[in-house]
T-cell receptor
C-alpha cells in the first residue's frame, strides 16, 4: 500500500511559470516531509523540508505548503527555469522510529521549456 | 558536506553471477540504506542498517542481502543476479539521533544480461 501519493507524474511548464507538485500521505505519525531533486545521472539531493508545526516554508523560489488536516503537502516552484528541469520526489518519515526511514512518492518529472 | 560514495557508476553482469555493490559514507552516520529506482516506481527500500552488523529488511528484500562490517561501509549483494534486477541502485545514510534528511550517493546503474 503506497503511503505517499504524488502527482502529477510529469509536468511541462513554460519558463517563468509556476510549477506545482502535490503529495498526500496516510500515516498521521509522519512528522518530517522533505522534497528531493534529482538530475539525470545523479542521486537525489535534498531541496527543502518541512515539519508539521508550520504551514509554509520558503527558500528562494521554492515553497512547501503543508495542510495537516488534509494530510497533503505541495511544492511550488516560482519563476521556473530550464535549470529546474529534474525529477522531484516528496517523502515522509516519523520520529521515534530509530531508523528514520523515508517513504517516497513515485516522483514527478518536470520539464521547463524556454 | 556529507559524501556518500558508491564504488561503481555502471556495472554489467551476467545472469547467475554474485554481484557486490559497495557504498561508503564519511559522516559517521549510524543508518544506511539501499534503494532501487525504476521508472514510474520511484525509490523502493531494499534493506537498511542501523548499526554495524545489524540489518533490517525493507519493502523488496527478495534476491538481495547486505553486509555492514564497518560503520562507514554498507554492501548490497545480489546472490544470483537475474535480469529483473537490472536497475539503478542508490545508497543513502543519515544520523540516528534526529529526524534529518538522508544523503544519497550518485547511484550504480546495474545491467544484468
Amino acid at each position: 500500500q503506497q503511503q505517499v501519493k504524488q502527482s502529477p507524474q510529469s509536468l511541462i511548464v513554460q519558463k517563468g511559470g509556476i510549477s506545482i507538485i502535490n503529495c498526500a500521505y496516510e500515516n498521521t505519525a509522519f512528522d518530517y516531509f522533505p522534497w528531493y531533486q534529482q538530475f539525470p545521472g545523479k542521486g537525489p539531493a535534498l531541496l527543502i523540508a518541512i515539519r508539521p508545526d508550520v504551514s509554509e516554508k520558503k527558500e528562494g523560489r521554492f515553497t512547501i505548503s503543508f495542510n495537516k488536516s488534509a494530510k497533503q503537502f505541495s511544492l511550488h516552484i516560482m519563476d521556473s527555469q530550464p535549470g529546474d528541469s529534474a525529477t522531484y520526489f516528496c517523502a515522509a518519515s516519523r520520529s521515534g522510529a530509530g531508523s528514520y526511514q523515508l517513504t517516497f512518492g513515485k516522483g514527478t518529472k518536470l520539464s521547463v521549456i524556454p | 558536506d556529507v559524501k556518500v560514495t558508491q564504488s561503481s557508476r555502471y556495472l554489467v553482469k551476467r545472469t547467475g553471477e554474485k554481484v557486490f555493490l559497495e557504498c561508503v559514507q564519511d559522516m559517521d552516520h549510524e543508518n544506511m540504506f539501499w534503494y532501487r529506482q525504476d521508472p514510474g516506481l520511484g525509490l523502493r527500500l531494499i534493506y537498511f542498517s542501523y548499526d554495524v552488523k545489524m540489518k533490517e529488511k525493507g519493502d523488496i528484500p527478495e534476491g538481495y542481502s547486505v553486509s555492514r562490517e564497518k560503520k562507514e561501509r554498507f554492501s548490497l549483494i545480489l546472490e544470483s543476479a537475474s535480469t529483473n534486477q537490472t536497475s539503478m541502485y542508490l545508497c543513502a545514510s543519515v544520523t540516528a539521533y534526529s529526524n534529518q534528511p538522508q544523503h544519497f550517493g550518485d547511484g550504480t546503474r546495474l545491467s544484468i544480461l
